[in-house]
């Protein structure tokens, strides 16, 4: 069963507070260890906030990294003890990662990665290609010339992040291109489904999508942004279609994969066994 859902708008505030459910252990942390208070992060005002952002981008970089597996359990203790941190800022690190559609929480049971369906996965391109294609045709040959700085500065900076091997910088900097994009046509609506649905894509492509294939990404957009320039309104609309159909193909292949059992490998021993 899929642990994720198709995307929608956002409808909450954007810093939720913890929810109880959480981590599905209470149990006493290791004497003398950060995580020996687990209901209260035990800082102050702007150096609680300072761990909580150092427990973000740790867990945030793990999962665009491809460490966390789908399905896996993120538990409140074993964190923080990694993290050299209190439970309660774990709590509230996952609260806002499954805000943003990066872990899913379930009650009584915790926090866990994504494991999503191919069915979640085709929903999730599939309004991607809706959404960014609209947007596309709005603003093709409308931009003006210092949001088209913009995006060529941001596109120098995807070349030289996948220059240097950064895979989750890099993964982190394609989607934030689109959201820049999307940001453009100045619809807040837009912006919060553009966020949902992206961050649901660059887990996907972390998950599932080999890091090599990263390279296309600052290629691609350049040329999207040299057809935004020109106006080349169709031209730009096939080519950021085609980009989104073969991301969503590899993450598929790749997920597809990861979904079926090899049989024959797995009994391969059994059957050898019966042969003598």
């Known amino acids: 069963m899929s642990r994720t859902a198709p995307p929608s708008a956002p409808s909450v505030p954007s810093a939720p507070s913890a929810p109880s459910s959480v981590g599905a252990s209470r149990a006493e942390a290791a004497p003398g260890s950060a995580a020996d208070h687990p209901d209260d992060d035990g800082t102050p005002g702007s150096a609680g906030q300072q761990i909580e952002a150092r427990v973000y981008a740790a867990i945030s970089q793990a999962l665009l990294s491809g460490k966390l597996r789908p399905g896996m359990p993120l538990r409140e203790r074993n964190l923080a003890q990694a993290l050299d941190c209190t439970r309660g800022a774990v709590r509230k690190v996952l609260a806002r990662l499954g805000f943003e559609g990066k872990l899913m929480l379930e009650p009584n049971r915790g926090a866990f990665v994504p494991q999503p369906s191919l069915d979640d996965i085709r929903q999730t391109y599939r309004a991607r290609r809706v959404l960014e294609t609209g947007v596309i045709a709005s603003v093709c040959g409308q931009l003006s010339g210092a949001q088209l700085a913009v995006l060529d500065a941001h596109v120098a900076s995807e070349a030289r ?16 291109f689109h959201l820049k994009l999307i940001g453009m046509a100045d619809s807040a609506e837009l912006d919060a489904f553009a966020h949902a649905l992206v961050a649901k894509t660059e887990l996907y492509k972390a998950l599932y999508d080999p890091a090599e294939f990263i390279h296309c990404a600052p290629t691609e957009h350049a040329r999207l942004v040299g057809q935004l320039r020109d106006g080349k309104t ?43």
């Open 161 to 176: 992040s996948h220059a240097d091997g950064t895979h989750e910088r890099s993964i982190r900097l394609a989607g934030e």
């Open 234 to 276: 169709q031209a730009a609309i096939a080519l950021a279609t085609t980009h989104l159909d073969e991301l969503e193909a590899r993450v598929l292949t790749r997920a597809a994969a990861a979904e079926t059992p090899d049989f024959r490998a797995i009994f391969a021993e059994a059957f050898a066994g019966a042969a003598l």
